[in-house]
């Protein structure tokens, strides 16, 4: 039979090795600030059949993580179907190129690319990715100017959303910018 403090000492436990797993690269995982642990305790004894706690929410002593729902990306909204979401121009490279694709509200992207324009409509789905990755908090971490002024030949990336403008070479870390800018190139014409 598991006593209050045995209870105790087992949600203890559980809480000081939560987040303790491998990483992908066999080191120990960094904790994040998104972890939750939560472990709840009842003053109700386990059952004499079961020398473990009870497995029913009232009487669990076992950890369980969750994200909070603030972590996690959420569509902007569109105002209306001319509302353009995201302009994005890249420009500069080796043979010098100048192409933008634009995503409007009614779910199209239009593209330019050596003065020829295309119009193509998205799907519901990849209407939805683009407006999540364009809704990551992350975005708002984002300098507003990063690129590395000691190089040459490099792609530059204007990025106008959410009423800022971003420009980058994308030579330093910003994963929810490269992100956005990976699913956007990808309506790009191929050359």
Same mark, same amino acid.
């Given at each position: ?12 436990? =559980?809480? @000081?090795?939560?987040?303790? %797993? ?16 939560? @472990? ?8 004499? =059949? %079961?020398?473990? @706690? ?50 409007? /509200?009614? /779910? ?12 193509? #409509?998205?799907?519901?789905? *990849? ?32 990025? *106008?959303?959410?009423? #800022?403008?971003?420009?980058?070479? #994308?030579?330093?870390?910003?994963? =929810?910018?490269? #992100? ?12």
């Amino acid at each position: 039979m598991l006593t209050r403090s045995s209870v105790m000492v087992c949600a203890a436990a =559980a809480l @000081a090795l939560a987040g303790c %797993s491998s990483g992908d690269d066999g080191k120990a995982a960094e904790p994040t600030d998104e972890t939750v642990v939560t @472990a709840t305790v009842s003053d109700a004894p386990a059952s004499p =059949a %079961s020398p473990s @706690a009870s497995a029913s929410s009232d009487a669990s002593a076992s950890p369980s993580v969750s994200v909070p729902a603030s972590a996690s990306p959420s569509p902007v909204p569109v105002t209306g179907p001319d509302q353009k979401l995201v302009t994005m121009t890249v420009s500069g490279g080796f043979a010098g190129v100048n192409r933008q694709v634009v995503l409007r /509200g009614d /779910g199209t992207v239009r593209t330019t690319d050596r003065g020829e324009s295309a119009v193509r #409509r998205t799907t519901a789905a *990849q209407f939805t990715t683009l407006r999540t990755l364009l809704g990551d908090p992350a975005l708002d971490d984002v300098p507003a100017f990063a690129i590395d002024m000691g190089s040459a030949d490099k792609f530059q990336y204007t990025l *106008q959303f959410d009423g #800022r403008t971003v420009m980058t070479d #994308r030579s330093t870390d910003a994963p =929810a910018l490269d #992100r956005l800018i990976g699913a956007l190139e990808k309506w790009l014409p191929t050359n």
